[in-house]
């Protein structure tokens, strides 16, 4: 079966091809970070107008660096959401015009879930797994007992981990996204600054606006005083007490549901002193990290989750009914 995605969620617009759920025939990806970064964060309308500029060139050449015959295209999945409505609505239209004028069935696929079946271009499934889910806009404790079939443990009572990461970033005047560049300093400090305690007790709930905050208090009265920030040092004392909740609150949940597999999906998993952390740390089960490539947003993930979604339900979302779109966008 070869599955056609598309995601644009938020400042990527991507297109892939993938041959039963496995093999990655093609995933171009057009990153609009480029443009973003002068204003320190995502513009939505900028990014709604990027990816209208971007998105035929990118259908074009997906299927190019495929060379399949659209004819072999058997289903088109596309990211309905969540994300920035504006970018979420040009990848919607652009797979339902290619679906609907090549007569092609089409699913609509939640963010994450293609966040977390980019494992599974890694290694095949196996339940029960916990998935830790760290992007942009997530951070969730994810229990799996089989295929397409997602039960939240716990998740963010505030900001999403990558958030903060962004946040701490800015404050500290790295740029834009700061995530890699805190992850990047963070291996050459020292944990000497003192971080607040976020670890939310016995739950599998997390919060970072505190420990974000407390980092720009922190920043804003070193330099009322005019003493100098030790940069290296905050940026690890910031990823080890982030890091450090994750791991041991995804280690409670392996123990607590038995799990087989542990997994990391997202943005934020393409993060080394996390990586590094859940390779010292969980070691009696299986544990896959995706690829860095599939870590961010990609529409390789979006047609592996369209793939094994439709495989679950066989539902599509039929187009031609009455006209509008049946996808629930949010
Ligand atoms: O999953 P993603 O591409 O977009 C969303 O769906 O949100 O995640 C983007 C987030 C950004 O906040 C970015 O700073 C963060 O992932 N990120 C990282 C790293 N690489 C990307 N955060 C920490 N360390 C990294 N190496
Ligand atoms: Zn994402």
Known sequence: MIVLSVESSCDETSVSLIRDGKEVLSNVVLSQIDIHK???????????????????????????????????????????GPGLIGSLLIGVNAAKAFAYANDIQIVGVHH?????????LTKDLVFPLICLVVSGGHTELILMKEHYNFIKLGETMDDAVG????????????????????DKLAATGKPSYHMPDISMGDTFDFSFSGIKSHVINLVHNINQRNEVLNVPDLCTSFQEAVTEVLVS?????????????????GGVAANKGLRKKIAERITNVEVVVPEFKYCTDNAAMIGIAGYYQFQKDQKVDDMKLNG???LNLI
């Open 249 to 265: 609150k995804s280690i409670r949940a392996i123990n607590e549901f038995d799990a087989k597999m542990f997994m990391i999906a």
């Open 163 to 182: 958030e903060a990461y962004d946040k701490v970033a800015r404050t500290i005047g790295l740029g834009y996204p700061g995530g890699p560049l805190v």
């Open 324 to 326: 509008s779109s049946r």
């Open 38 to 80: 002068e204003y320190g964060g995502v513009v939505p309308e900028i990014a709604s107008r990027e990816h209208i500029k971007g998105v035929t060139m990118v259908f074009e050449e997906a299927l190019r660096n495929a060379k399949i015959d659209k004819k072999d295209i058997d289903l088109v999945a596309v990211t309905k």
């Open 112 to 120: 994450i879930a293609g966040h977390i079946y980019a494992n599974a």
